[in-house]
């Protein structure tokens, strides 16, 4: 029971960090009304589920202190996202509210085909790529200790804290490659984007099979939402724009910054957003590379001193 209340205590405080970066980018004050937290054990929730949103509460599996703090911290902001722009009426702008008016004021040419393959409804759920991308985006700037961090922690979900075992280690090293390729892949996909409702949804189709064959237990539209936010970020990082700065415009106006994102990328001629954004990755997932490393370091030595005995 003690444990169970030091646990509450450790999340509420993180719905209270997250209250104070939301009331920061969006000037909107939830003060005293924050989501109600529970926290629940495996026989209560689905066991592929970390967590969810429904209404003025919060649901937490028990099983993520398994993966470690940061899992706990970022499942607990993402779901914090949720309710935050439910509770503040913004969910209807990452449903695309005044979307086609801009586009005509704008001269969009992307924005609207993209938000009819990206948000998805299906058995009474509703999947909102950018709003899930933003969601991690934000969780991202909470559990990052400065900016550098920013870019791996997008995808927090997919490894451990302490890559301490060799199963840890070599499900990390497989996250690792997949996510590599899916931030290729939709780099690709944006880069070739046609204006055609029909073929961009030819497009979309094709990447979200590729997404489900790299992951295949999850969700294709998730992915794609955050590798979005991820060139949005590194766009940002080019015009020395912070994540703060992207989750005031994202929040605003969502599918005005995945227009600009594909825009951005498709005259991108050298592939720069492309590298830097491979680059950051990298160099965040070292840390979860590094135990590999050395274990090899270790093996090596071990099969060194085998050859020597062996003299
Ligand atoms: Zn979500």
């Known amino acids: 029971m003690e444990v169970q209340k030091s646990k509450e205590f450790e999340i509420s405080n993180y719905v209270k960090n997250a209250s104070k970066l939301y009331e920061k980018v969006t000037n909107i004050d939830l003060g005293e009304e924050l989501p109600k937290i529970q926290v629940l054990s495996t026989s209560q929730i689905d066991e592929n589920r970390a967590g969810f949103q429904r209404d003025n509460e919060i649901a937490i599996s028990k099983k993520l202190n398994e993966y470690g703090r940061k899992f706990v911290e970022g499942v607990t902001c993402h779901e914090?996202?949720?309710?935050?722009?439910?509770k503040s009426n913004l969910e209807n702008k990452f449903d695309g509210e005044g979307l086609t008016k801009l586009s005509l004021e704008r001269n969009y040419r992307f924005a609207l085909p993209l938000k009819a393959l990206l948000i998805e409804e299906a058995l009474g759920e509703k999947i909102n790529s950018i709003e899930e991308g933003t969601a991690e985006f934000?969780?991202?700037?909470?559990?990052?200790?400065?900016?550098?961090?920013?870019?791996?922690?997008?995808?927090?979900?997919?490894?451990?804290?302490?890559?301490?075992?060799?199963y840890?280690?070599?499900?990390?090293?497989?996250?690792?490659?997949?996510?590599?390729?899916?931030?290729?892949?939709?780099?690709t996909?944006?880069?070739?984007?046609?204006?055609?409702?029909?073929?961009?949804?030819?497009?979309?189709?094709?990447?979200?099979?590729?997404?489900?064959?790299l992951f295949p237990n999850s969700e294709a539209l998730h992915g794609i939402g955050r590798v979005t936010v991820l060139f949005a970020y590194e766009i940002y990082k080019k015009e020395n724009k912070n994540a703060e700065e992207l989750l005031r415009d994202l929040i605003s106006s969502p599918w005005e910054a995945v227009e600009k994102?594909?825009?951005?990328?498709?005259?991108?001629?050298?592939?720069?957003?492309?590298?830097?954004?491979?680059?950051?990755?990298e160099e965040g997932f070292e840390e979860h590379l590094r135990g590999?490393?050395?274990?090899?370091?270790?093996?090596?030595?071990?099969?060194?001193f085998k050859n020597r005995g062996r003299d």
């Open 189 to 213: 996909t944006y880069q070739k984007f046609d204006e055609s409702l029909e073929e961009v949804e030819a497009q979309i189709q094709e990447l979200a099979d590729k997404y489900y064959k």
């Open 261 to 281: 994102v594909v825009i951005e990328i498709k005259e991108d001629e050298d592939k720069k957003i492309l590298k830097n954004a491979i680059s950051d990755f």
């Open 292 to 304: 590999k490393k050395e274990n090899k370091k270790e093996l090596n030595e071990v099969e060194e």
């Open 138 to 166: 934000f969780a991202a700037t909470l559990i990052s200790k400065n900016e550098k961090e920013i870019p791996i922690n997008i995808f927090y979900t997919y490894f451990y804290e302490n890559p301490s075992t060799s």
């Open 80 to 86: 914090f996202f949720h309710w935050a722009i439910w």
């Open 168 to 187: 840890q280690l070599s499900l990390n090293s497989i996250s690792y490659l997949r996510l590599k390729t899916a931030i290729k892949e939709v780099y």
